[in-house]
């Protein structure tokens, strides 16, 4: 099992940027997946999440309204679309799988991906 994090870099504030978060191994639509991030100096924090069929999505609220989680059977990919980036979106992000079909935000993921950087330029 393989989580491969992608599309990170250097963004404006206000800028967009996908990041895609490739699985191997399994199949992302037997499973959540999640997209993490964890910034300087500050603990991980869940930033959204998304169910084995996408009927369900979980948004932080700090991301509510900006960010958009979405899954892409077919390239066995969860994205996460971020739109008007905040300096305070900074971090390295990673995405993981649950152990479980759905998301719990007391946890239960099993497998985690090398973090992708973003940096929001104010």
């Known amino acids: 099992v393989q989580l491969q994090a992608s599309g990170g870099g250097l963004v404006q504030t206000g800028g967009s940027l996908t990041l895609s978060c490739v699985a191997s191994?399994?199949?992302?639509?037997?499973?959540?997946i999640g997209w993490f991030r964890q910034a300087p100096g500050k603990e991980r924090e869940i930033v959204a999440a998304?169910?084995?069929?996408?009927?369900?999505?979980y948004y932080a609220d700090s991301v509510k309204g900006r960010f958009t989680i979405s899954r892409d059977n077919a390239e066995n990919t969860v994205n996460l679309q971020m739109n008007n980036l905040k300096p305070e979106d900074t971090a390295v992000y990673y995405c993981a799988r649950s152990s479980r079909s759905y998301y719990s935000p007391s946890g239960g993921m099993d497998y985690w991906g090398k973090g992708t950087l973003v940096t929001v330029s104010s």
């Open positions: 191994g399994f199949n992302v639509d037997d499973y959540a």
């Open positions: 998304i169910d084995w069929n996408g009927s369900s999505t």
